[in-house]
């Protein structure tokens, strides 16, 4: 086999695969964002829903 197919070949799955792990890195921080989000809020509506009881009890 000829080695210039080869590196032509090799040469050609470069574009994809860097399409790929930027499509990668881009996913993962989206979900690693929502999630951190998605906990923050939970803790804010903790706290709320906490100092909705403690007024509650001060009634």
Known sequence: ???QILWDA???LVPPA????LFY????GILRADSK???VYAK???EMRA???????QK
């Open 1 to 3: 086999m000829d080695l």
């Open 10 to 12: 090799l040469l050609a």
């Open 18 to 21: 860097l399409v790929g792990v």
């Open 25 to 28: 890195v881009i996913m993962r």
């Open 37 to 39: 989000e998605r906990q």
């Open 44 to 46: 804010m509506e903790a």
């Open 51 to 57: 100092q909705n009881e403690a007024k509650k009890d």
